[in-house]
Nanobody, 123 residues
């Protein structure tokens, strides 16, 4: 009921930048927490970043803190992840996700997922 579509993935060199976007359609997502997760080849899915329903709070994984910034624009039903100072370890498929609003320190409970967009960072 909350379809999500990611875009903006691609190739980057270490130290470079990419901006990922997530668009919601069908229903507004302004009352939902939004997050980004990623899954590297052969690894478990891991939390990357989250932003609460009104954009007033964020949460970041330690591995990306200071390098990635999450944004949302409820008027446009979009969310973005600005990724700077990329590292080869950031290579993964990145997924946009949504859940009913809750405590942002919790990284569980995301019910809606996009199809994923590939990010490849080379040395």
């Amino acid at each position: 009921q909350v379809p999500l579509v990611e875009s903006g993935g691609g190739l980057a060199q270490a130290g470079g930048s990419l901006r990922l976007s997530c668009a919601a359609s069908g229903r507004p997502d302004s009352t939902y927490d939004m997050g980004w997760f990623r899954r590297a080849s052969g690894k478990e899915r891991e939390f990357v970043a989250a932003i609460n329903w009104n954009g007033g709070a964020t949460n970041y994984a330690d591995s990306v803190k200071g390098r990635f910034t999450i944004y949302r624009d409820n008027a446009k039903n979009t969310m973005s992840l600005q990724m700077n100072s990329l590292k080869p370890e950031d290579t993964a498929v990145y997924f946009c996700a949504a859940r009913p609003m809750g405590p942002l320190y919790l990284t569980q409970g995301y019910q809606y997922w996009g199809q994923g967009t590939q990010v490849i960072v080379s040395s």
